[in-house]
């Protein structure tokens, strides 16, 4: 190599150097601009408050209120220890205690500052989601628990199925679990998808931090595939679906129903409440499958219909 194409290249190292060296400090010590100006450009944030912040909100979001006390007629028996599973800030606690004085209430609830809270209401709450509870850690024997609400819970978890195959092991022979989930076969939210739009909020419905969505019918092949039956059920209207319901509800069926983008048929009663339910509520008891009636163990045993929704 000649001694001028060796200058050369001096020179260029030479050049490149500072560059490098301040490439080299940002990475480092995160200060210092690409541009070189010798300032960092400030960090994106968006302009309003949407609802899906809350899903990086190390605080959490706490529900306030709780399931209504009516939920409590969906108990077939008086209770003796109950789980609250998802307990919030203890609201639902109080009702609770009130109706059942001598029951003993533990609740769960991974919100460490909702179950700061929830924690003056009940007998014992643990901050921390359901699939990591260590229950003999907890003073929990097999077969203490004899009711449980698992209210707007199952839809929040990553694995329903395993929620409440654990509850199943744990809880007594003779248990009763209170359970809702939000109708994702139900007509406005139907008609919002016509529409083009998928809409989560920070309750209802899509609420954000909802990741598994049910219709009745596979959550009621969620609860007999699990080992439970359903013994008791009932539903809850938002007021728009109600008023469709009072209207149609005198038949004849099936009818149709019409809105503004969408067309559904209505084959009869139950058909018609279906599609207007908010939330549906159950209470299940654990069974065997060598106690379920013929009809029972479809919810186990018959496949499910033929889908062009998705590929096999």
């Keep these: 190599m ?10 260029q190292l030479f050049r490149a150097l500072p560059q490098y060296v301040s490439s080299q400090t940002r990475r480092a010590f995160g200060r210092g601009a690409a541009s070189g100006s010798g300032r960092e450009p400030p960090l994106y944030q968006p302009a309003r408050d949407f609802d899906w912040k809350i899903l990086s909100d190390d605080s959490g979001h706490i529900y306030e209120g709780g399931p209504s006390p009516a939920v409590l007629q969906l108990l077939v028996q008086e209770p003796r220890f109950i789980l609250d599973v998802g307990c919030s800030g203890g609201d639902f606690a109080l009702n609770v205690k009130q109706r059942f004085p001598g029951a003993r209430l533990l609740g769960i609830e991974p919100n460490p500052e909702a179950a700061r809270i929830a924690a003056a209401k009940m007998d014992q709450v643990l901050s921390q989601p359901i699939e990591d509870v260590d229950w003999a850690r907890a003073g929990v024997k097999r077969g203490d628990i004899d009711t449980v609400f698992l209210m707007d819970v199952l839809e929040h978890t990553y694995d329903p199925w395993k929620t409440l195959l654990t509850l199943r092991n744990l809880v007594s022979a003779d248990a009763q679990l209170v359970v809702s989930i939000p109708n994702v076969r139900n007509l406005l939210l139907m008609q919002d998808l016509v529409s083009g739009y998928w809409r989560y909020r920070r309750a209802g419905l899509l609420d954000i931090t909802h990741i598994r969505f049910f219709t009745q019918k596979d959550m009621y092949r969620l ?9 008791k059920a009932s539903s809850t209207f938002c007021q728009p679906a109600g008023e ?3 209207r149609h509800r005198e038949g004849p069926f099936p009818q149709t129903i019409a809105l503004d983008s969408l067309t559904v048929t209505a084959h009869s009663l139950d058909d018609l409440a279906s599609l207007c339910t908010l939330q549906h509520m159950v209470c299940l008891k654990p069974v065997e499958y060598e106690k379920l009636s013929a009809d029972e163990r479809q919810w186990i045993d018959a496949p499910h219909p033929p889908t062009v929704a998705y590929c096999p």
């Excluded at 609860?223 to 013994?231: D, K, S």
């Design 223 to 231: 609860f007999y595939q699990t080992g439970f039956r359903v013994v």
């Design 2 to 11: 000649s001694q001028s194409m060796v200058g050369s290249l001096v020179k």
């Design 244 to 246: 469709i319901f009072a």
